[in-house]
């Protein structure tokens, strides 16, 4: 099973420290309360888009076709599963948590703004690699989309340190 993970955590590892480096080094200083509410409302929308792409992607069989065509043994359905509803549930919760400015939502939200960016690339070339659809396919264009919409209003909601801000 854990060979069947690698890819998968390979990819999402590089996109939570890049979200690690953005919520440890980019403030969201007290007057962009309006900033952080309106990132906030992105948010929400990128999750219900990921709840879709992720429900695409378990109807069609993503941990299967993956593995398949990585020739690497499936990932199991449950772990699919409980990974994806894990993640749901920590941006329902970063929602507030964004606009109050808390740290762990800033991760929480960088982080599903580079992973939808990535999903928005990566389908595309898997389908191409497979030679048709692939599961993911159909939505990965509209979590891209809300995950680069985030991105923009968490850089208008922070700030960088004053030594890159020159």
Do not use: C, K
């Not at 690690?20 to 409302?41: C, F, K, V, W, Y």
């Not at 992105?42 to 941990?63: K, M, S, Y």
């Amino acid at each position: 099973m854990l060979l069947s993970l690698l890819p998968t955590f390979f990819v999402l590892g590089l996109a939570a420290l890049a979200a690690i480096g953005l919520a440890q080094t980019r403030r969201s200083p007290p007057e962009n309360a309006a900033q952080r509410s309106a990132a906030a409302r992105i948010l929400a929308l990128a999750l219900v888009v990921q709840g879709i792409h992720f429900t695409e992607e378990a109807l069609t069989g993503f941990p299967e076709r993956l593995a398949a065509l990585l020739g690497l043994p499936a990932m199991p359905m449950s772990f699919f599963l409980v990974f994806n509803l894990t993640w749901l549930a920590i941006w329902v919760v970063s929602v507030p948590a964004l606009r109050a400015a808390r740290r762990a939502a800033f991760f929480a939200a960088w982080f599903l703004a580079i992973a939808g960016m990535i999903n928005a690339v990566a389908h595309p070339l898997l389908a191409v690699a497979a030679g048709g659809y692939f599961p993911g396919l159909v939505t990965s264009p509209f979590i891209g989309a809300a995950a680069a919409w985030l991105w923009l209003h968490l850089r208008e909601a922070t700030m960088p340190p004053p030594d890159l801000a020159r």
